[in-house]
């Protein structure tokens, strides 16, 4: 689960949009002018694909599977539902470069038809050391008035032999998040971080965005951030100083439905440094 909130972060908290943004419907690839997100590509300046994510649904309307490749292997995940189509539990199986398979099962804990928890569990095909023991770990959703998360809390991994969910005490970082009236998150912070604590702050434009039609929503809670709009700036704070530290531009091209196909980011650092261009592609049925 880890994995999925990082990708999902990885999308918003670097998403933003220059003004020059534009429609381009004429030159774009088949599947481009749909409404409900098939694939995601991260693109090298040489046209290399660095990551390909791949959604699959029921006929619903629901996700039923999310296979990634990256360049750390591929990650297949897959979504189990009620009788009455209620999200129960996925299942991630990621097979690292040297065939290493790790399983996670997330299940998922509700109160009155809401998200509140998720306990999962972690084996390893190769158990050749005590580091590749079962475990289990946890995250728990906090929500503001509106009922958008406010709060991830993540908890440290315990060996399942000695430990359940319930058990799990320590907490290893939060995730808090602030929202406009849109739903549009306005502010990301998390607790953990390499060398300097920082937060992130966000504009919108007023189009869809890709995940805007991803089904089911709770789907859409678990990666905890805007599936209304697209984020039209982003700046970068210094959490101890609230001084700037840097900003991230993008520019998107979108289709005649109002769908990113194309969006480029550029992350500018407080000194003027410019970090590469990252290219995302999108497709939809």
Not at 80 to 92: G, H, K, P, R
Not at 101 to 130: K, P
Not at 215 to 226: A, D, I, N, Q, T
Not at 237 to 266: C, H, K, M, Q, W
Request: aromatic share 16%; hydrophobic share 30%.
């Amino acid at each position: 689960m880890r994995q999925l909130f990082l990708f999902a972060m990885a999308l918003a908290v670097f998403s933003c949009s220059s003004d020059d943004s534009s429609e381009d419907d004429g030159m774009l690839p088949e599947g481009s002018n749909g409404t409900l997100i098939k694939t995601v590509k991260k693109v090298s300046a040489g046209g290399v694909v660095e990551e390909q994510f791949d959604y699959e649904y029921n006929a619903l309307g629901n996700i039923t599977k999310l296979t990634s490749v990256t360049i750390y292997g591929q990650t297949i995940t897959t979504f189990q539902y009620d009788a009455n189509d209620i999200l129960l539990s996925f299942t991630e199986v990621k097979t690292d470069p040297f065939n290493d398979v790790r399983t996670e099962i997330d299940y998922i804990e509700y109160d009155n038809g809401v998200i509140i928890g998720i306990c999962q569990d972690i084996t390893y095909d190769n158990e050749t050391s005590s580091f590749d023991d079962p475990e289990v770990d946890k995250i728990e959703f906090e929500y503001n008035a509106s009922q958008y998360v406010s709060m991830f809390t993540h908890y440290w991994q315990a060996d399942a032999d000695f430990n359940t969910c319930n058990d799990l005490s320590s907490v290893s970082n939060t995730e808090d998040l602030e929202y406009d009236a849109n739903g549009n998150m306005v502010r990301y912070e998390n607790s953990d971080y390499f060398f300097t604590p920082s937060y992130l702050t966000y504009a919108y434009d007023d189009k869809n965005h890709p995940y805007a039609n991803v089904k089911p929503e709770v789907f859409r809670k678990l990666y905890g951030f805007s599936t209304i709009n697209n984020i039209s700036s982003a700046n970068e704070y210094n959490a101890d100083t609230d001084e700037l530290i840097g900003t991230i531009a993008y520019s998107y091209v979108f289709n005649s439905n109002n769908y990113p196909t194309v969006l480029e980011r550029t992350y500018t650092d407080d000194n003027g440094n410019f970090g590469q261009t990252a290219r995302y592609e999108y497709t939809y049925y």
